[in-house]
């Protein structure tokens, strides 16, 4: 499928771009802006386009994904005849192992990581695997409604009362850590996974919504049938501009000084609160857009090259994000090379170029017929040595083998 595996790997460059500022640049470096300094025409264009279409953007594009990534094993678990019961420890098991990836790489790498929420959601998503689609949506829905008529509502009252948002958006001192050395980094990344662990049920409340979309999407085959679905997408894309212009784009523009600079943290905070709306939205624009080319790759013609790099970065997302981790790790961090890009535009070239070199390396495996190396670790640790899923129990498996030995 060109769409998901497009978004997948467009979206880790979003999530690029947004960690720079946000989180490779924040321990140890209080002074660093939410956007990074803007000193030019050119950092003002892209301080803009960030606010737009980077910040809290690739996470819930991302996330939506996530959801459509568990409804599409359940359908192919579903065509091969699996038990519920046992279709759902499939799931599970596959979804506890990347929250452990996840936390792995949230203590010893990265605190900013997403795979362990990823894991602990995909498994509640694994346990909704017999309830309807209408059920689900209802509720994604209303949640989602109650959740962005509240921010809008904040958000108006915000700009007409004049509230000072001024050091609620900044980040919390969680401690004091010297994160120029490895143990204060490890410890101050343990007392961040320790938070994140119990601030868990308010992710799952802003995320599960999007997730539960993408998990419909899969199964009512949403992507596989864009005509059909055509009026519920172009919805969806509605939705997005409007939060795009009418959040995101006023954000950017107090930034740069176009409209007051006190309106900038309001928008910000209703960005954090809301953004998460936009991931399906995207999907639909990238749907949308990309219709053309999926019923190329239906009719048996191959995908143009432009697309197959992010399709082939799309197929080894977890690969890709763990890469950024790395790298960024070793350019940024203090106890590494500590490089700490101050501007927009260079944060972003930072960002654009750590993307492109995943761009590049999993094209080289696509070419070698090669899986990423943490999805074939993370398919082995699920699934067993045979890559698949095993229908039957080892009682099964032995009733079975009876029965063939029989019958020779």
């Not at 880790?12 to 939410?34: D, E, S």
């Not at 007409?160 to 490895?182: A, H, Q, W, Y």
């Not at 191959?302 to 082939?312: E, F, G, H, N, S």
């Not at 960024?328 to 492109?356: E, K, T």
Request: overall charge positive; charged content about 15%; some cysteine.
């Amino acid at each position: 499928m060109v769409v998901p595996d497009v978004a997948r790997g467009m979206a880790l460059l979003g999530i690029a771009i947004a960690n720079i500022p946000t989180a490779w640049l924040t321990p140890g470096a209080p002074h660093t802006a939410f956007l990074g300094s803007i000193n030019n025409i050119f950092d003002q264009v892209l301080a803009v386009l960030t606010t737009m279409f980077a910040h809290n953007r690739g996470l819930p594009l991302f996330s939506t994904l996530l959801g459509f990534g568990v409804g599409l094993i359940a359908m192919s678990l579903w065509r091969k005849q699996f038990p519920a019961k046992r279709a759902r420890q499939v799931i599970l098991r596959r979804y506890f192992f990347l929250a452990l990836f996840g936390a792995i790489h949230l203590i010893f790498i990265f605190y900013g990581d997403i795979m362990f929420y990823y894991g602990l959601t995909g498994i509640i998503l694994g346990l909704l695997l017999t309830v309807r689609d209408k059920i689900l949506s209802i509720v994604a829905y209303v949640v989602l409604a109650v959740l962005t008529a509240a921010g809008t509502l904040f958000l108006m009252w915000a700009l007409v009362s004049g509230l000072d948002m001024s050091g609620v958006t900044e980040s919390t001192n969680i401690g004091d850590f010297d994160t120029t050395t490895l143990g204060g980094l490890l410890a101050f990344n343990a007392t961040t996974f320790a938070i994140n662990f119990v601030n868990y049920p308010f992710y799952l409340v802003g995320y599960a919504p999007i997730m539960l979309i993408g998990f419909t999407w899969a199964r009512r085959g949403v992507l596989v049938d864009v005509p059909s679905h055509r009026k519920e997408l172009w919805t969806w894309v509605v939705i997005g501009w409007i939060y795009i212009l009418g959040v995101g784009l006023p954000w950017g523009l107090s930034e740069i000084g176009v409209l007051p600079n006190e309106y900038a943290e309001t928008f910000m905070f209703a960005n954090l609160m809301n953004g998460a709306i936009t991931g399906p939205a995207l999907l639909a624009m990238f749907a949308l857009a990309l219709q053309p080319f999926q019923d190329r790759v239906n009719r048996g013609e191959t995908p143009p090259v432009w697309l197959k790099a992010p399709m082939a970065l799309g197929k080894r997302s977890m690969s890709g994000y763990l890469f950024q981790s790395f790298a960024f790790f070793i350019i940024c961090y203090p106890v590494v090379l500590g490089i700490r890009p101050d501007s927009v535009s260079a944060q972003i070239g930072l960002a654009v170029g750590v993307w492109g070199v995943s761009l590049i390396l999993a094209w080289v495996l696509e070419k070698a017929d090669m899986q990423g190396p943490f999805e074939k670790v993370h398919r082995r640790l699920s699934y067993g040595p045979t890559m698949q899923p095993e229908l039957h129990t080892k009682k099964q498996r032995r009733e079975l083998e009876a029965r063939g030995n029989a019958a020779q």
